[in-house]
């Protein structure tokens, strides 16, 4: 388990026509991204590996790169499946994708496997704000929220979501919205962790993403020269508009845990469940003994107790020792008017 609560659990897919959608939930449109709609494998990649300077020694990096030249990171070693293509949403042409994991095709079907997934565009940011982007990658029916928020200050705005416990596996989702000043472009970052090594690698990752218009300049030399940002075959490199900065706001800790409900056990035969809590107000039905209800609050020191019934009906019921046995002291239920 992740100390992150960042987290994948395999997932039921349907895999037609290269997109996958949840077993478990309803369809989702065909917006492309991870677990939606990954790229077919290409044959896997294996390129020299890099550490970054600022990263642990144990987290061996190694860089992946678009055939296009706008987008590069370094993924762990492992990572070495790497896949390529277009990027639709809706059903429509939106760009490009780059992603990289042990095992591509796991990594488009189950939440247990690590990987990342780069997306870019130059045509939605006259579509969209990045907030509207990043509700694209919505995984609310599959994984917990685990924050949301924007890094900086820095020359580009970078919104974020992180996804927990997704599928119930422990895994967990970082996604990352990149837009530049100017919004020539929005680029995504999609990374799966699925382990403690994934977690450590987050940072360094992260600070290796670049995105950048294809020759707009080259990596080390001049364009128009032909100078040394060249690759063998003579083209520009692709100037590096945008790197992340450390996710220093991301979640780090694991929540505390959701405290057990509080139950009165119905100690009489027939027990009134009242609208309100007074003998004055309607009755809505009758609850019989052996019944558990769920405490959600109350009022006059217990007197009374705003419950829940097991078929769903709400209401108050006397709190009576004689009627009810609270499994709990009366000071750890929150006091309520209604």
Request: aromatic letters at 6%.
């Amino acid at each position: 388990m992740i100390v992150l609560a960042l987290t994948f659990a395999p997932r039921n897919a349907l895999a037609q026509g290269g997109a996958q959608q949840n077993a478990e939930q309803p369809a989702s449109p065909d917006t492309n991204q991870t677990k939606i709609n990954q790229p077919l494998p290409a044959t896997p990649t294996v390129t020299p590996t890099v550490t970054p300077a600022d990263s642990a020694a144990s987290v061996v990096l190694t860089p992946i790169r678009d055939e296009q030249g706008v987008m590069t990171a370094a993924v762990p070693a492992a990572w070495n499946q790497v896949a390529q293509g277009e990027w639709r949403i809706a059903g429509a042409p939106a760009g490009r994708i780059l992603s990289a994991s042990p095992n591509q095709g796991n990594f488009a079907t189950n939440w247990d496997t690590p990987g990342i997934a780069l997306y870019y565009s130059t045509s939605l940011p006259a579509a969209m704000d990045p907030e509207d982007l990043l509700g694209v990658f919505d995984y609310a029916g599959t994984c917990q929220e685990g924050g949301r928020g924007t890094l900086g200050p820095g020359p580009r705005s970078v919104t974020y979501q992180i996804w927990q416990n997704c599928g119930g596996t422990g895994t967990a989702a970082a996604v990352l919205v990149i837009a530049p000043p100017a919004r020539e472009y929005y680029a995504v970052v999609e990374v799966y962790l699925a382990g403690v090594d994934d977690l450590r690698a987050l940072g360094p990752i992260l600070r290796s993403v670049q995105f950048g218009p294809q020759g707009s300049a080259t990596a080390g030399g001049n364009a128009a020269s032909g100078g040394t940002g060249g690759d063998a075959g003579g083209n520009t490199a692709a100037a590096p508009a945008a790197t992340l900065p450390p996710p220093t706001p991301l979640p780090e800790t694991t929540p505390a845990p959701t405290p057990a409900p509080v139950l009165a056990t119905v100690a009489t035969d027939r027990l009134n469940l009242r609208s309100g809590p007074s003998t004055s107000v309607p009755r809505l039905t009758v609850v019989t003994r052996g019944m558990q209800l769920t405490v959600t609050g109350q009022t006059g020191n217990c007197a009374w107790l705003r419950v829940t019934a097991p078929d769903g009906q709400q209401g108050w019921v006397s709190g009576d020792p004689q009627f009810v046995t609270l499994g709990a002291q009366c000071e750890a239920i929150p006091a309520v008017s209604q």
